[in-house]
């Protein structure tokens, strides 16, 4: 049967944390990512903000990067001359947006055991951030799913396809799962459960907010992150506003510079740039430069 | 082993093709390698064989006696010891010309299989007779083996006791089952279902008229078509407990069956949700879908990811319906076409994947625009597209709800619709439930 690959929803962070690959037998076969929670990835549907794109080939024959942020990690994209739709609509995008892509699964490797995946983009639309938000619901149900079964199925004597199943996962998961108990020596369940809670919270506004929230794990977090530093951090982003004249983003020299003669030390700007980085309300476009999101 | 002894005729058999141009020793050593060492079955080892030495391997006369359990899909050379189940005559059509050919059922005691005779000559056999077959051929359909007589094959009428009698299925207890875990192919089924619609239809099987009463029954998992061969006074409503039915794969969807020998009974009707809760449609991950093999009536929700070519503004012929192709019907060339819209989509749920075919009025809908005014916007972009175009934009990666009836294939599963809607979830909700079932 020549059945669709279907379109993963799965975060960044888990793809990345790829390191087995399933490579198809004979003409035509299809090839796998598979991912430590059991994921058989071939093609994938994800929604994130684009931060940046660049044109890495030649402008007779461009070849398109472009990096797509969700709540855990950055995803990576290219698109060449085989891709013509795809490749046309990143050559005009303007970052950051939100952008919806569905494609194939790639991967590279520069030497034996490392491997790097990225994605090659079939289909690129602009969206907005409720779909965002539906994917990143979508991906956290995917994902919790997999978590469920995964930790069960670690804990069987004999795993199997046949007793995945009988968890309730269907066949080309269960297969998945399989893959991955094999392949992986260790599946950081712990890991990959934080990373649920930060999708969860990523759609919640009471854990969003910058200056913490009300629930007790935010005033542990907020008592860690002394008064200080959401100050500067606050200015920093003042700062990068002000710099930030010509859309390419704010020099980090005089970022550097006009902080300083704000107060803040060599130290306290790196960690500040370091926090503000993570929280994903600036980036890097390239080196060397910063912009607000 | 028991293949020593069983080998020397297959040895012969290769000699007398190959006309005694390699030595019997050599082909028995070679034969030998071949099963032992390289573990291929018999018959493709006699094919290699004869083909390694320039004979031709349909001139092989002596096929591989099996029973009907060990028969495989594409077998080239098989014999069999088997019972005739049924037997029918119908007419094919072949390169234009009519040909009679025989279908039917066979078995033997360990499983039963469905036949062909391609060569009918003086076909002299019926129902019940025993008959050895020599040199039938298997080919492949739906995963399952199917029995071919060709040129080469040689039937004889064989004593009715050379045979064991034997049940056309193995007795054991039934198995229960819910609605949504019927696959096509299963046998001897427990079912508890809720009759939702039933009518008596008139059929004709193998030159007889005969009463079917088919209709819709389901339990809290889901629907299911059903056809009962025998009258047990079914209506609407009704409670049925059904002890050794079976599954069977109609026009690519599982349907329930059962006849006069299974143990059937009519349940208290409280021993089941109400009428109008079960004629609710069941909401179906899409692999679930393909892992069963389709399903009436059912709720999909996922994302478009693609829409294929053939959507949009479409125009028809006027005699057979059929899409013209710039302006040409396949059947009856150039004609004046008319007008419609249509929407083929594959629909992702992250399960995985199917193509849904929504018609004129639920594309209209989505669209908000009615054939009229998507012909007038067409004709002044003086391109066809600009609609397919619109619908992209529209439609890919846009949450969605479909229903329908989801049929399987070789190419998947399709699903015609019967009402499509964009979704909005309440993410920040559904978000909250799972964050506070992860912190408990």
């Given amino acids: ?293 | 082993m028991k293949e020593n002894e069983d080998i020397a005729p297959h040895v012969e058999d290769i000699a007398r093709v190959l006309g005694d141009k390699v030595d019997k020793e050599e082909i028995d050593r070679e034969l030998k390698q071949y099963l032992k060492e390289y573990r291929i079955p018999l018959s493709t080892a006699k094919q290699m064989l004869v083909k390694k030495y320039g004979g031709a391997p349909s001139n092989l006369g002596l096929g591989v006696f099996k029973t009907v359990e060990q028969l495989t899909p594409n077998e080239p050379s098989v014999d069999l010891l088997c019972r005739l189940i049924s037997v029918n005559h119908k007419d094919v059509e072949v390169g234009g010309e009519k040909k009679p050919i025989v279908y039917g059922i066979l078995g033997d005691q360990t499983a039963s299989v469905p036949f062909t005779a391609w060569e009918v000559g003086d076909w002299q056999f019926q129902k019940g007779d025993v008959v050895r077959v020599r040199n039938a051929y298997t080919k492949e359909w739906k995963g399952q083996p199917q029995l071919n007589f060709g040129e080469r094959t040689n039937i004889e009428r064989e004593s009715k006791d050379a045979l064991p009698n034997f049940a056309p299925t193995p007795i054991s207890d039934p198995k229960k089952y819910e609605v949504k875990d019927l696959k096509g192919g299963m046998s001897n089924i427990s079912l508890v279902a809720r009759v939702l619609f039933v009518e008596k239809r008139n059929v004709n099987v193998g030159g007889e008229e005969k009463a079917v009463f088919s209709g819709i029954m389901a339990d809290k998992s889901g629907k299911v078509q059903f056809s009962a061969w025998h009258d047990f006074g079914l209506s609407e409503g009704d409670v049925i407990k059904v002890e050794g039915g079976y599954v069977k794969n109609w026009r690519g969807i599982p349907q329930f069956g059962f006849d006069e020998r299974v143990k059937f009974e009519v349940l208290d009707t409280d021993k089941m949700p109400p009428l109008d809760e079960l004629a609710e449609r069941h909401v179906y991950q899409i692999g679930e879908l393909i892992d069963r093999g389709g399903a009436i009536d059912v709720v999909v929700e996922g994302v478009i990811i693609d829409i294929k070519s053939g959507s949009g503004l479409i125009f028809r012929c006027p005699e057979c319906k059929r899409v013209l192709q710039k302006g040409v019907c396949r059947i009856h060339g150039e004609v004046e076409g008319k007008a419609d819209l249509r929407i083929k989509a594959v629909l992702d749920d992250g399960t995985g994947a199917l193509t849904a075919v929504l018609g004129r009025d639920i594309t209209e809908k989505l669209i908000g625009k009615d054939v009229k005014e998507c012909r007038e916007i067409a004709k002044k972009a003086m391109d066809q597209s600009v609609i397919a175009d619109d619908l992209k934009d529209l439609l890919i990666a846009t949450p969605i709800r479909i229903s329908g009836d989801a049929s399987f294939d070789d190419f998947g599963i399709m699903l015609i619709a019967k009402d499509a809607q964009m979704m909005s979830i309440d993410v920040q909700k559904e978000a909250k439930t799972m964050l506070d079932e992860l912190e408990v």
Wanted: net charge negative.
């Fill in chain 1, 1 to 293: 049967m020549i059945a669709r690959e279907v379109a993963w929803r799965i975060f960044a962070g888990e793809y990345n944390s790829s390191i087995h690959v399933e490579s198809g037998v004979g003409e035509r076969a299809p090839s796998y990512v598979v991912t430590p929670l059991g994921a058989k990835v071939n093609r994938l549907f994800v929604v994130g903000v684009v931060t940046d794109v660049e044109n890495i080939g030649t402008d007779t024959e461009p070849m398109w990067r472009a990096r797509l942020a969700d709540p855990t990690g950055v995803f990576f994209l290219s698109a060449g001359q085989y891709q013509p739709e795809a490749a046309q609509i990143l050559s005009k995008l303007k970052p950051p947006k939100f952008v919806a892509v569905i494609g194939k699964s790639r991967t590279y490797s520069p030497e034996e055991g490392v491997i790097y995946v990225s994605i090659r983009p079939e289909t690129i639309k602009e969206v907005n951030s409720e779909l965002r938000d539906f994917w990143v619901l979508n991906s956290c149900r995917s994902l919790k799913k997999r978590l469920e079964i995964v930790s069960e199925a670690m804990k069987m004597e004999k795993p199997s396809i046949e007793n995945i199943i009988s968890l309730g996962a269907d066949r080309n998961l269960a297969e998945g799962i399989m893959s991955a108990i094999e392949h992986y020596d260790y599946i950081d369940i712990a890991r990959f459960s934080s990373m649920l809670q930060d999708g969860l919270k990523h759609l919640l506004p009471e854990h969003q907010e910058i200056d913490g929230g009300e629930g007790v794990e935010a005033e542990e977090r907020q008592n860690k992150e002394s008064e200080d530093n959401i100050e500067n951090e606050e200015k920093f982003l003042e700062i990068i506003e002000e710099l930030d004249k010509d859309v390419k983003g704010a020099a980090w020299e005089e970022i550097m510079e006009m902080a300083q003669k704000k107060g803040l030390s060599r130290i306290q700007i790196e960690e500040t740039t370091n926090s503000l980085l993570d929280k994903g309300l600036i980036y890097e476009p390239v080196l060397g430069r910063i912009k607000k999101i």
